[in-house]
Every structure is written in structure tokens, then in C-alpha cells.
């Protein structure tokens, strides 16, 4: 069975992608997500924002009682080769390839626009295969408007295809007023994927200890509706290649996925709740559903469902939700 | 041959040329030495190579004793090895320096002098613990100056290793050892070509080895003892040429010519001073100056001042010479005069009646000078060499103090001054936390590095830890600077703070024509008006400038917060025009790119735009004609402080401690307690303010408060009648205090440090709006004056009968008085919340003996003491004898209250008839296992006592009279002392470990709290055998790579000592109760309490939020281990913390000590992570198991 893709212009054995994310902090866990059959990786992201804050607070913590008693003009050993520019991810990044066949793809989240620049450009020195942005903006601000942070989007974008040569993908998530907009100006810049979506952090509040708490929960198989639907609606109306993630546990997540027009589907939550071996369990299982249906390969399957190939497109719309709730009664 | 110019300090420039020279090292911290052995530890982590291409083994021992012993050790295995130390580090090492004399072995030990504990400690410099070392057999190389301490490091290497005479080598604690300066750096070749293979492997032959062996090290009796002491004689005679021979051959390579003895001034001079140490440099100066006014004086310099060659000595001197004046820098007590006196006395002598001295038996006096980095100036040199002119100078004077008591001292005239015209002199006033001697040792860097001008930079700090001063002392120019003292005519002075202009005269050394840089808040238009009279009059007078620049705002604008360091500097290189504008600019930048490049370009950048918006918000302020303002300089205490404080301590706060005669300092070192309460310090800027309405008084803020500014009391409510209108109180929440009870939480607004612990432990939440608690921080300033009223208002309320408290509760137990209040260590030390507690719960029977460290600095550093006592008199006694022998200092407290226990017991049952046999039978029989058992004792002794002076006054003689006597004096002894034994991690787990080892097995009933900061933290976190693995610290600077040691599981093995292990933080009712359980134990017990540090990296203010998570990694476990319940057939040991809640690395990555070698050593952090996680769960495993035994019972 030819399970085989390609995505950003890579070639894949199969689109099964474990999607940025705590798992790859470990080169063993790389190596097995491998042997697992995994077509390609997504490394954890390189957060920008938090080297600047790695940077503030070593700065902050060793120079905060210097020269202020005489017996001790400071409390740290002088800080020798200190490396703070993400080089701890960088050396990840080196290991990794050292260590799998399979494509790395590197992910960033930049701050400044020089920071998504210089950070690029040093994961593809490092020897990534591609390069995925993970743009996340939440604006709190009202006096910004959506134009400008989606511009900022673009700008990000069209710095960084400037700078490296390496193929980009961008995860965005859904909260645009208008994802097709975006997507079509963001296609437009050249770059060569769209990941589609980036699941927010949403954070709770402790009623016990009046806090506001982290709280990252796991997607589940419902959250893969809003990305089948969304690259259904975008597969053949965009040159870039479309990745699906967010809720994908089956093999069925999966083949419906690259039924609606996706190059690769990514996952991550499944992983870590079933472990990584699951994804030749996933594999495994597509073969069998494929060979059960006799599909020969994914290129026959890919987009069959989506927008711009079924019967009655509407049903990606408006109506869809209509119909959904006509079948309550 | 050019060589490189550098600007560094007498330490680095020891550390150099040792790191070069040594194969092995080893180490131990001792200020002001600690920064040698730092260097060379961090030069080995980053794998640098001594000149035979190898990285020497750098390691750190558990005293000097263990790093003399590994000295010795490792030179009679054939290492090139070297060891750094000062004061009682280097009297912990004689032993070994006579081996190693003794067995003629190479090598050079780099001292720091520094002065010797005595009637007080002293960090700062003298040659008392140089001369300590006289009979060891060592050679005494003196350095002067940073320079020659690179050179002579290196001369007393090759002459050692020529001579086969061990060094030392030493220069003056603090005034060479922290000076920086900018040298001539020698050059690897140059330390090669002095230091030869051939010596080196003759040293290498003489080692121990079982290829050649022999043995080394044996016992003689008297038939043979001296005349195998007598058969190194030879090598002394011959070691002054060796030395004088290294010295022509180092003056060759690189120009500079030494000798063993220098003599500067003038050829005929008649007056000559003899001198060593730093002071000879200021003697120098001075005598250039007067000889240029035709005097006729000289100085002479003693470099090698063992072997003392008398020939070279002799021929030193001009033929002129009349009188000698010998200053030593050491006092010996009873003796006939100092050593250096007595050498040169006896010098003279010899030559003269040998019939070989070339000029009449000469006038010499002795005196003192500069003990304890105490001032040594040009006006001092001048009066010594004024009173030699004298027909009868006095001998044995001291220069430089006030003597009114044996009227040694010698007058001067304070105001001469011979500081060259061309040389800057600038003064900079700071705050420890601002950065500024940062910014100092930045600019003279940069000076010395960009131009031909010779640089200097001094900086003293005050005692403080917690918003601590600090002045900076930059000179450059183009003469060489040979002024080793401090700047007393500056054209240069920087207030940083604007908070300084009240409390102290920074313009009273300025120089006509003077600059004045001022950070202030305040506008230029307005700022005159702001400035004290003082000020304003000065700058008229001496017809200063005044810049203003509110770095603050420059500061918030750019990120750089409170630290504005950067700020400031380019101020005072924009206006003291050094370099032009672009190019000090451009030179600034470089600098901090240097500096900062290794922590990230946002760091770098963040200090450019400092540097960009600095010269923007720089402005120059007219000074008008004439003084307007009413602002006086604040007093340094009130009014109605005690009067030693008035004459004595207030003195010294305000900064003129060196005015103080001899009359007025106590004879003993015996000093009040209860000072600090005095010294009104207002450092902070927010403050804790208490909101009564939804505050629920569970006075955890009270017992968190590092500084005992926050205090509770509950009163009745009648008492509020006359309070002051912004006096807050509430009902008081319980009943078991009498019904009619008010609450009230007071802030001592004055004495609070800021540090918001108390903020964090608050577990109450304002239900409208939860960032705010039931107490909040908010700015000092606008509520001083009411919360001053407040606290006096406060004070005034009576306290609450600890009789009648639960104090095993801890609402209850911070109702007692803390009688540890305001002390100067750190902003939220996690340390002292511990101090206190012992001193609410026991202070008032409490004998204390407290390691050196940070408690014994915080606890007993002049001008002020926290430890106070309670309105009956009672409080804490307290002492520090060393760093090593703490434990055994407190249990010498233990065997002489027991003495006086026992004799007084005997004594009431001896005259039990006539005392009473009730009475007596009471008072043998007391329980005092509480605070009512202690009432009621104190009251039983009471009747006795006036009993006692009743018997008195009936007229005994005899026998009877004299026990009587005793027995007044001893009848305190009868109610129950508690004696504590306090101290740091270097000291319970390292220098100090065998006498606590041997006191806890005595069985005796002691007290032992260890302040676990896992690093020794007074000298700049060093490792000790507490710190962790995984975590960095200096001497472990490529991170710790063994496991902390389980002090609490070793003395548990005894099983007849009470141990417990608390973590305020984690479990404050646990601490509390193993401090009682630990007191009223009938024996010796160990506290081991983690202490959140400065030296770990972290919010401060959160500190007791790090305490929590070390306790619920596993890796601080919370128990008792108390061996009364095996008595009880039960098992002893509780297990009281639920370990491995999280993972090691959630709890060690809050901490910078941790975080920081991921950023250094990734791959090694992450495996010594893994296997700190496992020493945790191994550990927790075990104490489980320990846990799960079943007691006897069972």
C-alpha cells in the first residue's frame, strides 16, 4: 500500500506527523516516534519570548547582589560560556537529525519580527528540513485592530520566506474573522504549508485559591471537525500544501482528513495519552481501511471529500450547522 | 616588549600567575582571599591550562586545615600545589606550614592579610595573620600593589621552587586584594621563562612513590630532634640571594627592578620609615612630595621579611640616616615592641656592635598603624615623620585613632594632602542594588583599557546585606597612583540615591571647582529647593557644578528597573569629557557588549537604549548666589536612644566611627544588646500595610518577617481610648484570650526592608478584587510619619502573658516578642525567620554561640545588633567565637551553666534550714518544661534571692558569707537556660562538622539550628557538602556533582538525639513544633532548617513558595526524629511531608543555582538532574521505610 506524500515539498513515507509538542523534547522519544513509523517530525517550538525571559532572569538573578557586601562582591561563578540564543534547542534540533532519517521540521514562535528573522534563520542552520511558524497572537488591546494583527501576520511571514531557503509552513489558528482571507493572503507570500489549527492554552480559574491557572487539556476526536472542515473548504483553492491537526486518533481521523484535502495529518494528544507506538497502530489500521476499500494510495483519496469536490458544497457552510440542528428534533 | 594592559584586582592577579604555576589547588573560602580560589575554579571549569599546557585540579576541602593538609599532601607526591587564604584560614593552616617547612618543600601560599579575630572579628586587612606565621619557617614575601602582586606571585614561585623554602606570599587584605588597577599583564613566556623544567622535575624527584620509596614524615626523640631541625639552616642563609637573584632576572624580562629591601626618597635623608604593605606606597607619595619640599626623608621598603637578610637591609639604608621609624600593621599585646620594630632593632644592634654599621647608631621608634584597613593617609605619614624630627619621638605610638586612654597615638594634621592636581578623583555614593560599583569597575576598566592613564578604583561597602551603601573611590591620570587610601579631596561626586542627600555629607570632601552628578526624581527647576542646607552651601562655596539626571525614569523607560548602573556611567563620562562624546559612547557600548554579549542581545540591547536615552535626560543646573534651603542633615538616631548609642553607635552609622577615642570603645568586646532598634534605616520603598477588615489574624505574615518588622498583639480593647487617629484594630478573632480583646497588626514602616515575603504568605484574598490580600504593599513614604506614631503607639501596648499562650499554636507563638528584630540581612532571608522564632520562644533564657557566617554578620556586625531583650531585661546572650568551632563553643556554655546549675543546687540544699526546706524542695523539683514551669521558677528563685540578701544583712562571716555570695551570684542558674548553637551549612556540614559530631554524641542538652542555605553564603556561595547535585555554585562552577550529605539521617544513627528537618515555608506549624519538641528535649537536639538564599537565584519575595517545592520534590523532607517516643515503645522518627508531589527539576529550575548550567552544560545539567531526581527518591524511599518501622509496642 503507498501510504507515501508529500508535504512543503519533502517527501514523506506517509502523512502520519507527530505535531510540535512535549514528546520531542527527547531524542529518545524522536528515535521511537521512527520506529513508530512516523513520516516526519515536528520539533518543539523554539519560544522567543521565553529565551528573552531565560535571558532577563539569569541577567537579573546573578548580577541582583553584586558589589553590594564586601565579602562577596557576587554569589554566582563568573558566567562563562553561557549560551542564551536557543542554542539548547538548536543542539536538539542537530541531535535529532543526527538521530532519525526522517524529516525534521523545526517550529518557532517568535516575539519581534527581527527575533522570528534571526531564529529562522538558526534553525535552518541547524539543519531543519522545514520550518513550521507557530504565530499565536492574542490581542488584548482594542485599540488594535484586526487588520493590524493580521498584517503582522504577513509580515512575519514574508520576513522569514526572505531569509532562509528552507520550505515554511504557518499554523494559525481559527479565530480570524475571516480564515479565507488570511489564508489567501498568506498563500500568496509563498509560503509552501498551512497547519491548520493551533489549539489556544485557555486558562481556568482556581475557585478554591482565587487563581488563574494553566490548564492545558488534551483535544479530543470532536475537535477534528473545525480543521476537516476548514481544509475541505481550502483544498485546490490554495497553492500551499495543507496539514490537518487537533482531535486525530484513528486511522479514520486520518484518511477523513486527507479525504477533505490534507497533505499530512499531525497529532500529538493521542500520543501522549496512548504513547507513541500508536502510530503504527494508526498505520496500521489505514492500510487495512485502504486495502478493506481498496484504495492503492492516498493521492486517490486526497481532496475527494473536500469543498470543491462534493456534491453539494454547502454543507462545509452555513447549512452544515443548520442541518446539524435540524437533526435534534 | 608591549604587553598586554589589564585592570583587575590583587586577587585576580594572585589567582594568574598561581592557575599558571600550579598543578594542584586547593581550596577553601576565607574572606577576602575567597575571590583567588573563585578564579581558579572557574578557569579550570572552562578548561584553561597552566603553562605546562594541563588544567590544574581545582578542589575544594571542608577547612583551610583539610586544604593546608591536601597542600602538604599533594607536594610530597611530587604536585606543583598552591593554596589561598587569610586570618584564621591561615592560622588553620600553621600546623601544616611547619611540615611542610620543615620537610623543605615548594611552594606559595597567596595571602590576603587580614586582621585576626580578637576582641571582635574583622574582615579587613592587616598583617596580624601574616606574623602568626613567623616561626613556621615559611618565607614572608610582601606585595604593595596589584602590580606587584602579579610580579612577586610569580618571583616567590621560582624562588621557592629554587630555594626549596616555602612562601607566602601576601598583600593587603581589601586594599590590594580588592583594589582594581591597571597593570601590566606577564606575559605566559615570562612565566615560563622563570619557572624551569629542571626545578620543576627536581621538585617531582623528591616525591613519595613506591618506584623509590622512603619514608618521610617520622618521630624523633631527643637525642636526634634538634639537630635534624638545625640541618635546614643552610637554606635560609642562602634563600634573600635565591629571591634577589629571581627579582634580577624578573627585572631583566620585563623591567620593573625589585629587591628585597627599596629604599625611595632622598639621598641624604635623615628620617626613614620601614615599612611593608600597601601603607609603603602612600609613604612613598608622600615622601616625593616632601622631599620636593626639601625634607630629608625616605622609606624603606621590606619585601622579603623572612629570611630577614640583615646585610641587605643594612645596605639599603642611606649613610644619612638619623632616625628609623618602624611601622608594623599588627599589634602583639605585651610585647616589647611589633615584630618588624623588634627585626630592625635588633638589626642595628647586631651591625653595631659587630662595628659594622656605617652611619651612628640611629633613633628607632615602633608604632602602629592602619589595623583593619583603618586609614592610612598622607597627613598620618606626615605626622609620623613630623614627630621623628623630635629630640625624645615617642615609641610605640599608633597613628591614626584617638588614643585618650595610654595616650599612644600621635596628633597629625588631618587636612595635608599631597594628591597630585592631574589625577581625576571621583567619588560615587550608591546603593548595593543599583549597580553602581559595577558601573565603577566598568569605567576604570575602561579608562585604563582606552587610554595611557594610569586607574584606580576602591569601593567600601557598609556591613549591611539588605540596602547597603556603597562608595566608590576612581582615580586616573597620568602619574602613576601610588595612593592607597581613600579619596579625601574629590573634584568628581555622584549621589546615586537621592535618598542619600539627608543622611550623609557627601560634599564635604569635594574640591573647589567640583562636579556634583545627583539622581533624583525631582525637575531641574525645582531641585534646588530640595537640597539640604549643607549641600546648597557647598556647592556656593566651593563653586561646584550640579547635574541632574532622574535615571529612574530612564531606568522604567528602558527596562533596566532599579539598575542603573549603565545610566549613571554614561552620565559621568558625558560630563567629565575623558573621551569625546561619540567616543565615550562608542566605548560605553563595546564595554557592555563585553559584559552582557554572554546573557543575550536583549541584555545588550537593553542596556544601549539606556546609554541612548541617558544624555537626553542629563541636565546642568544653575547654582544660584545664595543658600535658601532649612534642610538639615538627619541625626543618626533619636534622641531618646540610650546613651551608648548616642555617643558610641550613632557615631558609627553616621560614618564617623574613625573619630572615636579609645576611652569610648568597650575594653572586651563586649557591646549592648537591643541596638538596632535604634538605627532607623527606611531603605524600603513599599511597605506592608494591613487591611483589618478582611484579615482573618493567622500571623503567618508576623512569623515569615525575616526582620520582625511586623507585629501582632492582642490587648484589651479599653486600651484603644488614646490611640492615634491611624491606629488600626480589630476585634480579636478567638476566645481563648478573655473576652474584650482587640487585634491589631503593626508594620515598623521604618525598619521593614520591602521584602514582601509576608505579602506571599498571606492566604486571605479580597473577594472583590483578588490581587489584593489582607496586606499589601504600598509606598513608605506618604504613611511614615503616621505609621512612625503608630509603632511607638504600638510598642506601648502591654504584651500578652506568654503564660497563658498556646504557644505550640502559631497564632499564639507570634504573640510572643521577637527578641531579634531589624536586622541588616538580606531583603527576605529565609534564614532569620528561624533566629527569631528562637528568640520569641526561648530568647529570654537563651545562650547563644553562633558560627561565623552570615547569622554571626546580621547578628553581631557593629554598628548595630537585632538581638534585643524584653522589657524585664531578659533576652538573648550571644557570642561568636570562630567559624570552626561553634559547636563546641556552645557546649562550653553547656558544662559552665550546668557547673553553675550544679553548684547552686548544692549550695540551696546545703543551707536548706535556713532558706527554707519548701522553698528548696520547690525549687529542686521544678518542672520547666513551659513557659508557666519557667514562671514559676523565676519567681521561687526571686523569694530566694531576697531571702538570700536578707541573710546578708544579718552579718555572716566565714564560710557562710562566702557561699552566700556564690549563691546570689549563681541563683539565676537554678531556672533552666537554653542553650543554642547556631550556624550555616560550611559550617554544621564542613568546617565545623567533627566538633558538631562530637557534641551531639556528648549527650549533653544543647540546641543546635542549622541555617541550611546549601552554600556558604556569607563569602559569595561557595559549595558545601549541603548543596545539592545539579546545582552550581562557586567551586562548583561546573555544577555540584555529588549528593548532598543527609546530616539529619547521620545523627540519627546516634538514636539518643532529637533531629528534625523543617521548611518554614512548607510546614510552619511542623517547624514551630520541632523547635519546642527540640528545646524541652532532655538532650542534645539538631534543627536543620532550609534557608531560601540570595545565593540560590530567586524572587526573594516568593522564597518561602521555593521552600514549599523543595519540600514537595522530596528533596527537603519535613520530620521528627524524637527519642523520648522510643521510651514510649514507639517509633521516633515521623515522616511529616508528602515527598515526590513533583518532579526534582519542577522545584530546582525555579532557581537560577539550577537553571543556570542548562545554559552553560546543557547535556550535564540534564544527566546530574537525573540523578539528583534519583537521590531523591532514593532518599524518600528510605525515610519511608524508616517511617513504617514499628516502635517497640508494636
Keep these: 500500500m503507498d501510504l507515501s506524500t508529500t508535504y512543503l515539498g519533502l517527501n514523506l513515507k506517509n502523512p502520519i506527523v507527530p505535531s510540535a509538542g512535549p514528546l520531542s523534547t527527547n531524542i529518545d522519544n524522536i528515535k521511537a516516534m521512527e520506529d513508530a513509523g512516523a513520516g516526519a517530525i515536528v520539533l518543539y517550538s523554539l519560544f522567543e519570548e521565553e529565551i528573552e525571559h531565560d535571558a532577563l532572569e539569569l541577567n537579573h538573578y546573578t548580577l541582583a547582589n553584586t558589589d553590594s557586601f564586601p565579602e562577596a562582591q557576587s554569589f554566582f561563578p563568573v558566567p562563562y560560556d553561557i549560551k542564551i540564543g536557543g542554542e539548547d534547542y538548536l543542539n536538539h534540533l542537530r541531535k535529532a537529525k543526527e538521530s532519525v532519517n526522517i524529516p525534521i521540521i523545526g517550529s518557532l514562535n517568535g516575539k519581534k519580527l527581527g527575533g522570528w528573522v534571526d531564529y529562522a534563520k538558526k534553525i535552518e542552520q541547524a539543519g531543519a528540513d522545514a520550518l513550521e511558524l507557530n504565530i499565536y497572537i492574542l490581542s488584548a488591546d482594542h485599540h488594535k485592530s484586526c487588520t493590524t494583527i493580521e498584517n503582522t501576520y504577513l509580515d512575519i511571514v514574508k520576513s522569514v520566506l526572505e531569509n532562509v531557503k528552507i520550505p515554511v509552513a504557518v499554523k494559525l489558528h481559527p479565530f480570524f474573522t475571516s480564515v479565507s482571507e488570511l489564508v489567501f493572503k498568506l498563500d500568496q507570500t509563498g509560503v509552501k504549508g498551512l497547519v491548520l489549527f493551533n489549539r489556544f492554552y485557555q486558562p481556568d480559574i482556581d475557585l478554591d485559591k482565587l487563581e488563574v491557572i494553566p490548564n492545558v487539556l488534551l483535544s479530543t476526536p470532536m475537535d477534528l471537525r473545525l480543521p476537516l472542515r476548514w481544509t475541505a473548504i481550502l483544498y485546490g483553492q490554495v497553492k500551499a500544501d495543507l496539514a490537518a491537526t487537533s482531535g486525530i486518533y484513528s486511522a479514520e481521523d486520518a484518511l477523513k482528513l486527507i479525504m477533505a484535502g490534507s497533505k499530512i495529518t499531525q497529532m500529538l494528544s493521542c500520543l501522549l495519552k496512548n504513547g507513541i507506538p500508536h502510530i503504527a497502530e494508526v498505520l496500521k489500521h489505514m492500510v487495512q481501511w485502504m486495502e478493506e476499500h481498496e484504495y492503492e494510495s492516498l493521492n486517490t483519496m486526497r481532496g475527494s471529500m473536500s469543498y470543491i469536490n462534493i456534491a453539494d458544497p454547502a454543507q462545509f457552510e452555513r447549512a452544515n450547522y443548520m442541518k446539524v440542528l435540524h437533526s435534534y428534533k | ?1194
Design chain 2, 1 to 1194: 616588549m608591549e604587553r598586554k594592559k589589564v585592570t583587575i584586582d590583587g586577587n585576580e592577579a594572585a589567582a594568574y600567575v598561581a592557575f599558571r604555576t600550579n598543578e594542584v589547588i586547593a581550596i577553601y573560602p576565607i574572606t577576602p582571599s575567597s575571590n583567588m580560589g573563585e578564579w581558579c575554579d572557574a578557569w579550570a571549569a572552562e578548561n584553561k591550562k597552566n603553562i605546562w599546557n594541563e588544567t590544574p585540579i581545582v578542589s575544594e576541602l571542608q577547612s583551610e586545615g583539610g586544604a593546608s593538609g591536601s597542600v602538604h599532601g599533594a607536594l610530597q607526591t611530587g604536585s606543583l600545589t598552591t593554596t589561598f587564604t587569610a586570618s584564621q584560614g591561615l592560622l588553620l593552616m600553621i600546623p601544616n606550614m611547619f611540615k611542610i617547612a620543615g620537610e623543605l618543600t615548594s611552594t606559595v601560599f597567596h595571602v590576603s592579610a587580614r586582621s585576626i579575630a580578637a576582641q571582635a572579628l574583622s574582615i579587613f586587612g592587616d598583617h596580624s595573620d601574616v606574623m602568626a606565621t613567623r616561626s613556621t619557617g615559611f618565607a614572608l614575601l610582601s606585595s604593595n600593589s596589584v602590580q606587584e602582586v602579579m610580579d612577586f606571585a610569580l618571583i616567590s614561585q621560582a624562588a621557592t621552587l629554587k630555594s626549596r623554602v616555602p612562601f607566602l606570599h601576601f598583600f593587603d587584605g581589601f586594599r590590594t586584594s580588592h583594589e582594581v588597577m591597571k597593570i601590566e599583564q606577564l606575559t605566559e613566556n615570562d612565566i615560563r621563562s622563570m619557572i624551569s623544567d629542571e626545578m620543576v622535575i627536581a621538585h617531582r624527584n623528591r616525591a613519595l612513590t613506591p618506584d623509590n620509596p622512603f619514608m618521610r614524615g617520622t618521630a624523633q626523640n631527643p637525642d636526634v630532634y634538634f639537630q635534624g631541625r638545625e640541618t635546614v639552616n643552610q637554606f635560609y642563609i642562602d634563600c634573600p640571594g635565591i629571591v634577589q637573584d629571581q627579582m634580577n632576572i624578573f627585572a631583566k624580562l620585563t623591567g620593573r627592578q625589585y629587591n628585597l629591601f627599596d629604599y625611595y626618597g632622598a639621598s641624604d635623608a635623615e628620617r626613614i620609615i620601614v615599612m611593608m604593605g600597601s601603607g609603603a606606597e602612600a609613604v612613598e607619595e608622600t615622601v616625593e612630595y616632601l622631599t620636593s619640599k626639601g625634607e630629608k626623608v625616605g622609606i624603606l621598603k621590606v619585601r622579603l621579611y623572612r629570611p630577614f637578610s640583615i646585610d641587605h637591609f643594612i645596605n639599603a639604608l642611606p649613610n644619612s640616616t638619623k632616625v628609623i621609624t618602624v611601622l608594623d600593621r599588627t599589634k602583639e599585646p605585651g610585647a616589647s615592641g611589633e615584630p618588624l620594630y623588634l627585626d630592625i632593632v635588633n638589626a642595628i644592634s647586631e651591625k653595631h656592635i659587630n662595628g659594622e654599621l656605617k652611619f651612628a647608631y640611629p633613633k628607632i621608634t615602633g608604632g602602629r598603624y592602619g589595623l583593619s584597613s583603618k586609614e592610612f593617609t598622607p597627613a598620618m605619614i606626615k605626622g609620623v615623620f613630623d614627630e621623628m624630627k623630635k629630640s625624645k619621638p615617642k615609641n610605640h605610638f599608633t597613628i591614626g585613632i584617638v588614643d585618650d586612654l595610654t595616650h599612644t597615638s600621635l596628633d597629625y594634621d588631618a587636612s595635608f594632602s599631597v594628591e597630585p592636581d592631574e589625577t581625576f578623583r571621583g567619588k560615587f555614593y550608591g546603593l548595593g542594588a543599583d549597580g553602581t560599583v559595577g558601573a565603577n569597575k566598568n569605567s576604570i576598566k575602561i579608562i585604563g583599557e582606552g587610554t595611557k592613564y594610569f586607574a584606580q578604583g576602591y569601593f567600601v561597602y557598609d556591613s549591611k546585606k539588605s540596602g547597603s551603601t556603597t562608595v566608590s573611590h576612581l582615580r586616573f591620570g597620568p602619574k602613576e597612583i601610588k595612593s592607597t587610601y581613600l579619596i579625601n579631596k574629590a573634584n568628581f561626586i555622584a549621589c546615586h540615591q537621592q535618598g542619600f542627600l539627608e543622611k550623609m555629607d557627601m560634599l564635604d570632601d569635594a574640591a573647589e571647582g567640583a562636579t556634583f552628578l545627583l539622581n533624583t526624581l525631582i525637575p531641574k527647576d525645582k531641585v534646588w529647593n530640595f537640597l539640604p542646607e549643607k549641600v546648597q552651601q557647598d556647592l556656593i562655596e566651593k563653586k561646584m557644578k550640579l547635574y541632574i539626571i532622574d535615571a529612574y525614569k530612564v531606568g522604567e523607560e528602558t527596562g533596566m528597573g532599579v539598575r542603573i548602573n549603565t545610566i549613571m556611567q554614561t552620565c559621568f563620562f558625558a560630563i567629565s569629557k575623558i573621551f569625546p562624546k561619540d567616543e565615550a559612547i562608542d566605548m560605553i557600548k563595546k564595554s557592555i557588549k563585553k559584559t552582557y554579549g554572554s546573557k543575550g542581545e536583549k541584555i545588550v540591547q537593553m542596556n544601549f537604549d539606556a546609554v541612548d536615552k541617558t544624555l537626553a535626560n542629563l541636565f546642568e543646573v544653575d547654582i544660584p548666589a545664595h543658600v535658601t534651603s532649612k534642610i538639615k542633615l538627619a541625626d543618626a538616631v533619636s534622641a531618646n536612644a540610650p546613651e551608648f548609642v548616642q555617643e558610641v553607635t550613632a557615631r558609627i552609622i553616621s560614618g564617623h566611627g574613625d573619630s572615636i577615642p579609645v576611652s569610648m570603645m568597650p575594653i572586651d568586646g563586649t557591646y549592648p544588646t537591643g541596638t538596632a532598634m535604634w538605627e532607623k534605616r527606611n531603605i524600603a520603598l513599599d511597605v506592608p500595610v494591613w487591611d483589618d477588615e478582611i484579615c482573618i489574624q493567622c500571623n503567618k505574615c508576623v512569623i515569615v518577617c525575616p526582620h520582625a518588622s511586623i507585629r501582632a498583639k492582642v490587648y484589651d480593647e479599653k486600651l484603644l481610648s488614646n490611640a492615634p487617629a491611624t491606629f488600626k484594630s480589630t476585634k480579636f478573632k478567638g476566645k481563648d484570650l478573655g473576652e474584650g480583646m482587640a487585634y491589631s497588626l503593626q508594620i515598623a514602616v521604618e525598619d521593614c526592608t520591602g521584602c514582601g515575603l509576608c505579602v506571599d504568605v498571606c492566604p486571605v484574598k479580597n473577594k472583590k478584587e483578588t490581587k489584593l490580600k489582607a496586606i499589601n504593599m504600598n509606598q513608605q513614604l506618604p504613611i511614615k510619619e503616621a505609621e512612625r506614631a503608630n509603632w511607638d503607639y504600638f510598642l506601648g501596648l502591654p504584651e500578652y502573658d506568654r503564660t497563658k499562650l498556646n504557644i505550640s499554636a502559631i497564632k499564639d507563638s507570634q504573640f510572643l516578642v521577637p527578641l531579634f528584630e531589624f536586622s541588616g540581612a538580606c531583603s527576605g532571608c529565609g534564614e532569620t525567620p528561624y533566629v527569631k522564632l528562637v528568640s520569641q520562644l526561648f530568647g529570654d533564657r537563651a545562650v547563644i554561640a553562633n558560627a561565623t557566617g552570615c547569622s554571626s554578620i546580621y547578628g553581631g556586625n557593629l554598628p548595630t545588633t537585632p538581638w534585643t531583650k524584653n522589657k524585664e531585661g531578659r533576652g538573648p546572650a550571644w557570642s561568636n567565637s570562630l567559624f570552626e568551632d561553634n559547636a563546641e563553643f556552645g557546649f562550653g556554655f553547656r558544662l559552665s551553666i550546668d557547673a553553675h546549675n550544679s553548684q547552686a543546687k548544692n549550695l540551696i540544699k546545703k543551707y536548706s534550714n535556713e532558706i527554707g526546706g519548701d522553698l528548696v524542695d520547690a525549687i529542686l523539683s521544678a518542672d520547666q518544661k513551659d513557659e508557666t514551669g519557667i514562671y514559676d521558677q523565676r519567681e521561687r528563685v526571686k523569694m530566694l534571692k531576697e531571702k538570700l540578701t536578707a541573710f546578708m544583712n544579718e552579718g555572716f562571716d566565714g564560710d557562710k558569707l562566702s557561699d552566700l555570695t556564690h549563691l546570689i551570684s549563681l541563683a539565676d542558674y537554678l531556672v533552666k537556660k537554653s542553650v543554642w548553637i547556631m550556624g550555616g551549612d560550611g559550617w554544621a556540614y564542613d568546617i565545623g562538622y567533627g566538633g558538631l559530631d562530637h557534641v551531639l554524641a556528648s549527650g549533653k542538652n544543647v540546641n543546635v539550628l542549622v541555617l541550611d542555605t546549601e552554600v556558604y553564603s556569607n563569602t559569595g556561595g561557595q559549595a558545601s557538602k549541603s548543596t545539592p547535585r545539579g546545582a552550581v555554585a562557586k567551586f562548583a562552577a561546573a555544577g555540584k556533582t555529588m549528593p548532598k550529605k543527609d546530616l539529619g539521617q547521620i545523627a540519627m544513627t546516634y538514636g539518643n538525639i532529637y533531629v528534625a528537618k523543617v521548611a518554614m515555608g512548607a510546614n510552619d506549624l511542623q517547624t514551630l513544633k520541632a523547635f519546642i519538641e527540640a528545646e524541652a528535649y532532655d538532650g542534645p537536639s539538631l534543627i536543620i532548617a532550609y534557608s531560601h538564599c540570595i545565593a540560590h537565584g530567586i524572587d526573594m519575595e516568593t522564597g518561602m513558595k521555593n521552600q514549599k517545592a523543595a519540600v514537595d520534590s522530596g528533596h527537603w523532607p519535613l520530620f521528627r526524629y524524637n527519642p523520648d517516643l522510643i521510651k514510649e515503645g514507639k517509633n521516633p522518627f515521623k515522616l511529616e511531608s508528602k515527598g515526590l508531589k513533583i518532579p526534582f527539576k519542577d522545584y530546582a529550575y525555579m532557581e537560577t543555582r539550577y537553571k543556570m548550567l542548562t545554559k552553560s552544560h546543557p547535556d550535564l545539567a540534564a544527566k546530574l538532574i537525573e540523578e539528583a531526581q534519583h537521590d531523591t527518591e532514593v532518599k524518600w524511599k528510605t525515610y519511608e521505610q524508616m517511617a513504617a518501622l514499628p516502635g517497640n509496642d508494636k
